[in-house]
C-alpha cells in the first residue's frame, strides 16, 4: 500500500471487514495489524499488554526482530510512562508525545537500549484497545526512521481503524475467554482436589483452578515470577520450566515432553509432586490469543501430600469422631505393618499406640484391626 492514509472508501471497508475477521480467527492478526500499518504510513506495529496485578508486561511486534521483543520482558521495570498509556479511553488516539517528551524519552536507556534498535519511532499513533481492572492494551503505529511524520489523512484514517480495532478486540475478548471447553467445564476444575493450570509456552498461567491459586499464594514450592511459574528453589523453577518448554518444543515435532518433579519445601515441609504434560492445540485456551500468549501448551497437575493429608484427617474426624492425634494414627495403621511401625513413624510410644487403637475401635465399633483397616478405606 501507498502509506498515503488517503484511501477510497472500498478499501476502507474491505480493511475494516478484515479487522472483524480477525476476531473470529487470531491467527489473521499480524497480517491485519501489518495493513492497518502500511495504511497510515507507519509499518511497525506493535501490540502492547500491561497488567501490573499479574506482573504481566509484554510486547508483540510482526516486524521486529523477534530476539529484540523477546528482550522487552527485561525491561518492566524501567519502562519510562509505561502506565500513563491506560489513562486514555479505548479507541482515543493519542501519540508518544501526549505521554512523554521526546526530549526525555530520547535520554533514557530504554529508548538507546531497546526502542531504538527496534526501530520504533519516538513518537507513534497509539489507541488503547481495552483497559480494565487495571490491565491495558493497545496498539502503536510506527512510522519508519528518516520518513514525515503522520499527514492529518493518516491521522484520521487511524482514527477511524481505531474504533473498529477496539469493538473488534472486545468481541474476541468475550468469543476466546473460554475455549477449552465451556465454563461449565472450567468451573469443574475448581472442584478437583489437585491444583489444576494451563500454561503457555513461556511458563505463563492461562488458567488457574482454585487449589492452584492457593498453592501460588502461600509461595511454599511454587510461586510466579515476572508472571511465570516457577518455583521456591532455583534448581527446581529450572526444571519446571524445561519441562513446560519441552511441551511447546512438541508443537515443532519433539517426542520427549513432560514429565514430573517434586518440589522442595524446605526442612520439615513434604514436597509438592508436578507432573506437566502437553496439551493438544485443539483443546488449548488463551484470554486473548493473538496478545500476550498464542496458545496453552501445557497443563500443569499438582498434588500436595500435607493437603491431601489433612483432608483424611479431617474426614475421618467427621466419620467417627477422632482426636486429630487419633485420626492420624488411623492413616498410619492402614499401611498393614503393625503397630510398632506405626508408632516409630509418629514418633510416639508403642503403649500411646495402644491406647489410641483402642480408643479407635470403641468410636468404630470394630474388634479387629483387618476389620478397621476394610472400614477405613470405605468412602
Not at 72 to 97: E, H, M, Q, S
Not at 196 to 220: C, E, I, K, S
Not at 346 to 364: P, Y
Request: aromatic residues 8%.
Amino acid at each position: 500500500m501507498s502509506g498515503s492514509g488517503h484511501f477510497g472508501e472500498d478499501e476502507v471497508l474491505d480493511l475494516v471487514g478484515s479487522i472483524y475477521d480477525a476476531a473470529l480467527d487470531a491467527q489473521l492478526w499480524p497480517g491485519v495489524l501489518n495493513r492497518i500499518g502500511d495504511a497510515v504510513g507507519g509499518p511497525l506495529v506493535a501490540f502492547g499488554f500491561y497488567d501490573p496485578a499479574n506482573e504481566i508486561v509484554s510486547m508483540h511486534a510482526p516486524r521486529t526482530d523477534p530476539d529484540i521483543v523477546r528482550s522487552f520482558d527485561g525491561w518492566t521495570p524501567n519502562i519510562p510512562a509505561l502506565p500513563c498509556t491506560g489513562n486514555y479511553r479505548p479507541g482515543k488516539v493519542f501519540t508518544g508525545a501526549d505521554v512523554i517528551s521526546r526530549d526525555e524519552f530520547t535520554s533514557t536507556a530504554f529508548y538507546h537500549e531497546f526502542w531504538r534498535p527496534a526501530g520504533f519511532s519516538a513518537e507513534p499513533l497509539v489507541t488503547n484497545l481495552f483497559a480494565d481492572s487495571m490491565a491495558s492494551g493497545h496498539i502503536a503505529s510506527h512510522a519508519l526512521p528518516n520518513r514525515p511524520s503522520f499527514d492529518d489523512g493518516q491521522k484520521r484514517l487511524f482514527a477511524v481503524l481505531a474504533q473498529h480495532l477496539v469493538r473488534s478486540v472486545a468481541l474476541q475478548r468475550r468469543l476466546h475467554h473460554l475455549t477449552i471447553a465451556n465454563e461449565r467445564a472450567l468451573a469443574s476444575l475448581d472442584e478437583l482436589q489437585q491444583g489444576f493450570l494451563l500454561v503457555d509456552a513461556h511458563a505463563r498461567p492461562l488458567f488457574v483452578n482454585r487449589v492452584a491459586g492457593t498453592m501460588l499464594d502461600a509461595r511454599h514450592g511454587l510461586r510466579l515470577e515476572a508472571g511465570a511459574l516457577s518455583a521456591s528453589d532455583a534448581d527446581g523453577g529450572r526444571v519446571l520450566r524445561g519441562l513446560i518448554a519441552s511441551c511447546a518444543a512438541q508443537a515443532n515435532g519433539a517426542t520427549d515432553s513432560g514429565g514430573d518433579i517434586a518440589l522442595s519445601r524446605g526442612a520439615g515441609r513434604l514436597p509438592m509432586d508436578v507432573l506437566v504434560t502437553p496439551i493438544q492445540p485443539e483443546t488449548a485456551m488463551a484470554s486473548i490469543p493473538w496478545s500476550f500468549s498464542q496458545r496453552a501448551v501445557a497443563i500443569v497437575l499438582i498434588s500436595d501430600a500435607e493437603t491431601e493429608m489433612q483432608a483424611r484427617v479431617e474426614n475421618l474426624r467427621e466419620r467417627f469422631g477422632f482426636t486429630p492425634a487419633e485420626a492420624a494414627f488411623a492413616l498410619e495403621i492402614i499401611k498393614g505393618d503393625g503397630r510398632k511401625a506405626t508408632a516409630d513413624r509418629l514418633g510416639i510410644t508403642v503403649g500411646t499406640a495402644r491406647s489410641h487403637l483402642s480408643k479407635i475401635f470403641d468410636k468404630t465399633g470394630v474388634r479387629h484391626q483387618a476389620e478397621l483397616v476394610r472400614l477405613l478405606l470405605q468412602k
